[in-house]
Each structure stands twice: as structure tokens, then as C-alpha cells.
């Protein structure tokens, strides 16, 4: 399958600062991305699909002008947190789409918002 | 709607097999996975079935589809320590012209030495 790193791995930030995340597809060529949240002991939300060079289509309930999204390219998508605050604290992970529809993960990445 | 079932929690010995079970909703799903994920980890893929599939073996994993009540289990045979973790059940669906997943709540194996 396909491998998919992200970056950070983990940040820190003070509130009211932007953090961006690095999702790469490394031996894939990635038309379809996605981006999830994750609580502790919780399931994956869908925040949004990545399109790549289109607009991202966002989930019901998720502020697209806070969760910037850009996939400029088939091997990279970035999540931007805006104006990040302490309720924005989560693990935010990254998929690929395959051939079977099936998603390839990253790692993950954890946001902790002071 | 979409809805995926799966029980929180399950405990097993070393060395005996573990079952998970899942129900989801679509029954237009082509495809469904089973994934794993471990402490601060992404998740990976373990295995799929297609939809117009029973059963799938690989190696220790025994993949069985009901499509007619809609419930799909994964057995894990000789289960080890290292397969402590959370394993999501997911359905494909089609949404906004899309392919999406819907995941499961996630059941914990633990593994009693």
C-alpha cells in the first residue's frame, strides 16, 4: 500500500497561532486526500477530501475558514489550524485514497493548543 | 443512514483466536476493511473483502461477510501480545460524488499473556 508520513509528528502552540500539517503520499501518486480528527478513545471524524488541485470539500460542522486546506500537488496536502484554540487540541490524521478505495494513513499528528 | 456498530471491548489468552465483530448500514457498499491501530498511531490496513465475497483468509486473519444481516467479523487465529490494539471495521461509502469511509466506534483487544 501506500506510504504516507505526516509533519509534525506533535506540536505545541499558544493560542491564537496558526499550525500547519504536512501530509505526503511518498510512493503514490494522491489524487483523493483526507483529513480526520481523532479524540482520545474516540473513532475518526471526516473534517474534509482533498482534492488535488481543487477546493476541499469539508464535513458538515467543520469551519472551512479555520481548517485551511490545500492540496497543491499529488504527493501533498497541508491542514492549516487557524487562530488555533485549546478546543482544536486533538490527533489529526491524514489518508490517501488507493485503487480500491481503500485509505492509506499517516501517522498522525498531535495538536496541543495552550 | 450510515452507522457502523462495533462492541468496545474485547479480552483474550495468548494463543486462542479473537473474534470482532462489526454490523454497518449501506448495503451499497462495495467494499469493507478492517484496520489497526496502536497507542499514538495512524491506522493501518489489515485486510478487505469485497462485498459479493463471504470470506477471506490471510495468513491468521479469517475475514466473513453476511451482506444479508449486514455483519462482518474478523478472526485473528493464535492471537499474540503484539495484537493489542484497536481495530476499526469501515464501510465505503459514496457521498458528494466521493468514495468515504465510515468507521466504526473501535474494539479494544487486549492479549493476556
Known amino acids: 500500500g501506500a506510504v504516507v508520513s505526516q509533519h509534525p509528528s506533535w506540536v505545541i502552540c499558544k493560542s491564537g497561532t496558526s499550525v500547519k500539517i504536512e501530509c505526503r503520499s511518498l510512493?503514490?501518486?494522491?489524487?483523493?486526500m483526507f483529513w480526520y480528527r481523532q479524540f482520545p478513545k474516540q473513532s475518526l471524524m471526516l473534517m474534509a477530501t482533498?482534492?488535488?488541485?481543487?477546493?476541499?470539500?469539508?464535513e458538515q460542522g467543520v469551519e472551512k475558514d479555520k481548517f485551511l486546506i490545500n492540496h497543491a500537488s499529488l504527493t501533498l496536502s497541508t491542514l492549516t489550524v487557524t487562530s488555533a484554540h485549546p478546543e482544536d487540541s486533538s490527533f489529526y490524521i491524514c489518508?490517501?485514497?488507493?485503487?480500491?478505495?481503500?485509505?492509506?494513513f499517516g501517522p498522525g499528528t498531535r495538536l496541543t493548543v495552550l | 443512514g450510515e452507522d457502523v456498530e462495533q462492541s468496545l471491548f474485547l479480552s483474550v489468552r495468548e494463543g486462542d483466536s479473537s473474534v470482532i465483530n462489526c454490523t454497518y448500514t449501506?448495503?451499497?457498499?462495495?467494499?469493507l476493511y478492517w484496520y489497526k491501530q496502536e497507542p499514538g498511531a495512524g491506522l493501518q490496513l489489515l485486510t478487505y473483502?469485497?462485498?459479493?465475497?463471504d470470506m477471506k483468509q490471510d495468513q491468521r486473519l479469517t475475514v466473513l461477510l453476511n451482506k444479508k444481516d449486514k455483519h462482518l467479523s474478523l478472526r485473528i487465529a493464535d492471537t499474540q501480545t503484539g495484537d493489542s490494539a484497536i481495530y476499526f471495521c469501515?464501510?465505503?461509502?459514496?457521498?458528494?460524488?466521493?468514495?468515504?469511509?465510515?468507521f466504526g466506534s473501535g474494539t479494544r483487544l487486549l492479549v493476556r499473556p
Open positions: 510512493d503514490f501518486q494522491a489524487t483523493t
Open positions: 449501506d448495503s451499497s457498499s462495495t467494499y
Open positions: 482533498s482534492n488535488e488541485g481543487s477546493k476541499a470539500t469539508y
Open positions: 469501515a464501510e465505503s461509502i459514496i457521498r458528494d460524488s466521493s468514495y468515504k469511509l465510515i
Open positions: 473483502i469485497f462485498s459479493n465475497m
Open positions: 489518508s490517501v485514497q488507493g485503487t480500491l478505495n481503500e485509505q492509506f
